[in-house]
Nanobody, 122 residues
Framework: QVQLVESGGGLVQAGGSLRLSCAAS????????MGWFRQAPGKEREFVAA????????YNADSVKGRFTISRDNAKNTVYLQMNSLKPEDTAVYYC???????????????WGQGTQVTVSS
């Protein structure tokens, strides 16, 4: 069992940066691959980025490549999403999730956080 709590969302101007954090409880955090997803109003939840249990492998959606970076600190049971060069279309609720392995499919993730709102103004 893993409980996930996101933080770090907020309102930022286009071109700005935010860093999201996802704190996990449970001693098995380092066993899980972690991912970030987002859901904009009226749209389906979509994959953003994923990282392997060790942090040695990552994968980003094409829409955020070169702008977003996922990382993790297993000693702190925390995964991060550094978001740079933000665009208004990045506005969404951002969720972190845990899965077995490095996954990109929403249904492959077993545990989910409650989400944090990111709003990018133009």
């Amino acid at each position: 069992q893993v409980q996930l709590v996101e933080s770090g969302g907020g309102l930022v101007q286009a071109g700005g940066s935010l860093r999201l954090s996802c704190a996990a409880s449970g001693h098995t955090f380092s066993s899980y691959g972690m991912g970030w997803f987002r859901q904009a109003p009226g749209k389906e939840r979509e994959f953003v980025a994923a990282i392997s249990w060790s942090g040695g492998s990552t994968y980003n959606a094409d829409s955020v490549k070169g702008r977003f970076t996922i990382s993790r600190d297993n000693a702190k049971n925390t995964v991060y999403l550094q978001m740079n060069s933000l665009k208004p279309e990045d506005t969404a609720v951002y969720y972190c999730a845990a899965a077995f392995g490095l996954r990109v499919g929403l249904k492959e993730y077993r545990y989910w956080g409650q989400g944090t709102q990111v709003t990018v103004s133009s």
